[in-house]
Nanobody, 129 residues
Framework: QVQLVESGGGSVQAGGSLRLSCTIS????????MAWFRQGPGKERDEIAH?????????YYADSVKGRFTISQDNAKNTLYLQMNSLKPEDTATYYC?????????????????????WGQGTQVTVSS
């Protein structure tokens, strides 16, 4: 079994920064794909960034966060991070980390949420203008 626990959410003013952490425990050797998703009020849950192969692939980002957010992974600590800079009110959402044993053929493929078998409980990020 695999468990994911997020932390680091909170409230911040527009232009500010936050760093989310996702601690992974359990049978982590099975995991290949790691991602951050978010779900804003009244919106669907969408992927915003992913890393495959323990960082062997370059990170990929949704256009909405490209250049502002950075996903990274510390394999020694079994922790996934999301550094969020230049936050905007539209970044307000519940953020989820997700893990999967699925191995995409290409690093730039965005898996669907259904491909991720393990999810954190979510952490709220609120950005005020």
């Amino acid at each position: 079994q695999v468990q994911l626990v997020e932390s680091g959410g909170g409230s911040v003013q527009a232009g500010g920064s936050l760093r989310l952490s996702c601690t992974i425990s359990g049978f982590t050797r099975s995991l290949y794909s790691m991602a951050w998703f978010r779900q804003g009020p009244g919106k669907e849950r969408d992927e915003i960034a992913h890393l495959y192969g323990g960082g062997g692939c370059s990170a990929y980002y949704a256009d909405s966060v490209k250049g502002r957010f950075t996903i990274s992974q510390d394999n020694a600590k079994n922790t996934l991070y999301l550094q969020m800079n230049s936050l905007k009110p539209e970044d307000t959402a519940t953020y989820y980390c997700a893990a999967s044993a699925v191995r995409p053929n290409w690093c730039n493929i965005f898996l669907s949420g259904a491909d991720y078998g393990y999810w954190g409980q979510g952490t709220q990020v609120t950005v005020s203008s």
